[in-house]
């Protein structure tokens, strides 16, 4: 596309936005404030960097298709996410998991790592100017074999994911300290059984035992903020899932943490979008795995469909950007794994941007004088608006690939870096 062509798309546009009440330089500026945490693991498929040729395993998550190309190596992921990165406009973070540490062809145990393994990954975040997240890796281990984690009721077990995830909150809260930015730590555990328990209660109350341990230490909250994720149901784990949303919700407010809404975590007829603002009442804030579950958590890249819209929506009705940290998680490994990552992440600036451009004082008007006939009129009417010359401009501002210019960058690193592992 041309430059001036986009250009004068977009002021035709800002015209248009001008007529309903949205400013959309204004709006252009503000979309700097959406930062978009890269989850590491769609360059590898959720592998890992613990021992050679290390594959996902167990614990319900589950990684499919064999598209050539994926990341071995810490410098294949680095310069996978570099791509993928100057492929993207705006602001990015990178969210990574222990298991992705630079273990140095040692076996170094989950109960073993130490800021040392992350320090490459700092000095790489530190050039890059952005900031990092963390999670604790409580799956794909022989300890996680049997089902439970940190509620186990194998009191070794237990101790060694406790150990495993208090030295995770210390690694994010240093990463947070030298970057100058939080870490938000998050804590997901594949604990649950696959058939009917009959000792949920008990299972539960050791959950809460062991955050309550894991939590006693305590960060400054410029260094390290806790989030904690539910999820309805997992492969193998179908009849009860221990981290339920009502246990976290509970947790999280009772505790002050953050709390963590993965749309593939909940019943495909509930809305995510719609937990937010009943949640941000009570916890101070959020972190968004953005998903696309098909059927059930499936982890599909993320698409600009109803779902991430209402979830973008309702943090720009809430006015609740800056209470809420928006991540990723999905992993697909049946396409170019980075050009999923640019389509994802798009998509979900685009889930933004688009939300951004609401007209909300008229809808809001609409609503409040019951005139339901013209607040779903103007709903309809935004999905007609030029929003892809806002996006567009956007893009071009940012000296990023316009509309499909990123594919044929995309195909190249293809032909030129992945065919070639
Ligand atoms: C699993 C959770 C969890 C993981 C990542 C790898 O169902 O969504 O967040 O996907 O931590
Ligand atoms: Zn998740």
Redesign the pocket.
């Known amino acids: 596309m041309k430059k001036e062509d986009i250009i004068k798309s977009y002021q035709l546009a800002r015209k248009q936005y001008a007529a309903l009440g949205v400013d959309t330089d204004k709006v252009i500026a503000q979309l700097d404030d959406i930062v978009i945490s890269l989850?590491c693991?769609q360059t590898d498929d959720?592998g890992g960097f613990e021992r050679e040729g290390a594959e996902l395993g167990g614990?319900?998550?589950q990684a499919t298709g064999n598209f050539p190309g994926k990341a071995r190596t810490i410098q294949q992921m680095r310069g996978d996410l570099d791509k993928a990165m100057s492929l993207l406009p705006g602001r990015q973070r990178l969210n990574l998991?222990a298991i992705y540490g630079e273990f140095g062809g040692k076996k170094v145990d989950r109960d073993q790592i130490e800021i040392k393994h992350f320090e490459g990954w700092i000095k790489w975040a530190k050039k890059r100017k952005i900031g990092l997240d963390f999670?604790c890796?409580c799956?794909s281990h022989p300890l996680a074999d049997e089902g439970y984690t940190l509620s186990s009721k194998n009191p070794k077990i237990r101790k060694f994911w406790v150990e495993h995830t208090k030295r995770c909150r210390a690694i994010a809260a240093e990463m947070g300290k030298q970057l100058g930015t939080p870490a938000v730590h998050?804590i997901?555990i594949?604990d649950g059984s696959k058939d009917t328990p009959v000792d949920r209660y008990n299972l539960r109350r050791i959950l809460k035992k062991s955050l309550d341990e894991i939590f006693s230490v305590k960060y400054p909250k410029k260094y390290l903020k806790d989030s904690v994720?539910s999820?309805l149901f997992?492969i193998g784990s179908e009849s009860m899932v221990v981290g339920s949303h009502d246990f976290y919700l509970g947790y999280a407010v009772k505790n002050n943490t953050m709390i963590?809404l993965?749309n593939?975590?909940f019943h495909p007829s509930e809305q995510v979008g719609d937990k937010i603002s009943s949640i941000l009442l009570f916890v101070d804030e959020l972190l968004l795995?953005l998903?696309r579950g098909v059927r059930w958590?499936s982890?599909h890249v993320v698409t600009f469909n109803d779902e991430l819209l209402l979830i973008a929506q309702e943090i720009v009705r809430a006015n609740a950007l800056k209470r809420v940290k928006i991540g990723l998680?999905f992993?697909d490994a049946s396409l170019n794994r980075i050009g999923a990552y640019v389509i994802g992440t798009r998509s979900a600036q685009m889930a933004f941007l688009f939300a951004m451009l609401e007209p909300r004082e008229a809808l809001v008007g609409f609503e409040e004088k019951g005139r339901n006939f013209e607040r779903l009129s103007y709903l309809e009417l935004m999905k007609a608006m030029p929003f892809g010359a806002v996006w567009n401009y956007y893009c071009m501002k940012n000296k990023v690939p316009v509309g499909r210019d990123y594919i044929e960058e995309i195909l190249n690193y293809e032909k030129e870096v992945l065919m070639k592992r």
């Open positions: 989850h693991w959720v614990g319900g998550i998991h999670n890796t799956f998050n997901w594949p994720e999820k997992g963590t993965d593939g975590h795995h998903t958590d982890d998680d992993f």
